[in-house]
């Protein structure tokens, strides 16, 4: 319970931090018109990045705030990733917010069918992103049927600094390979996200 607790304090810390950025209003419509250039990945079903290989991650029914923080951090260098650091350095903080809007206008999701239980390494993870990978908060993404292989990229990804973000860092520096294994098989099985139709 003390754990929990704690978890929950630590989401709420990053809450007001993350509010103390304010999340521009997107034109869903513009957004749909710049993000052409995202359909040659993210709109193919199980599209491969190719080194190092994992699917491209879904984009169906993700939050729109998250989109925006995500591109955020692309473009300031705090996650790694070539073709994403030069799409996102060229978008203007307006630009972030309309692909935002654009890609929450595909699908919202708000409750996931349960398969299977929790395991124990998800308690960490339950504070920010639910009991089956719907996140609390709109500035965290959801996790219910992403990629598999993109989740445990993701999860090495915050364990070796590759992406800049103190909770993640934390959390996921206290995971075994399997542990990232059981989370990501564990996410990748609830039905959520999807790869949108071109």
């Known amino acids: 319970m003390l754990r929990r607790l704690g978890n929950l304090a630590v989401c709420l810390v990053m809450s007001a931090i993350a509010a ?10 513009n957004g749909k018109i710049l993000g052409d250039t995202c359909k040659g990945c993210h709109f193919i079903q199980k599209h491969k ?44 903080e307006q630009d972030i917010a309309d692909l935002s809007a654009y890609f929450a206008s595909l699908g919202e999701l708000k409750t996931a ?13 339950v504070a920010c992103h639910g009991e089956q990978g719907i996140s609390v ?3 965290y993404p959801n996790l219910a049927g992403q990629h598999e292989n993109y989740l445990v990229h993701a999860l090495k990804q915050y364990r070796a600094g590759e992406r800049t973000n103190a909770v993640m860092a934390g959390f996921a520096g206290q995971l075994s390979d ?10 990748a099985s609830q039905k959520g996200l999807f790869t949108p139709d071109p």
């Open 49 to 92: 990045n190719s080194y190092p290989v994992f699917y491209v991650p879904k984009l169906g029914g993700q939050n729109g705030e998250y989109i925006s923080v995500a591109l955020k951090s692309y473009a300031a260098g705090e996650r790694s990733h070539d073709t994403m650091l030069s799409h996102a350095a060229t978008l203007t």
């Open 20 to 29: 103390g950025t304010a999340f521009a209003e997107g034109d869903a419509a």
């Open 178 to 187: 399997d542990d990232i294994k059981v989370l990501a098989k564990f996410y």
């Open 137 to 139: 908060m709109e500035q």
């Open 113 to 125: 069918s349960a398969a299977g239980k929790a395991p124990e390494q998800a308690a960490t993870c």
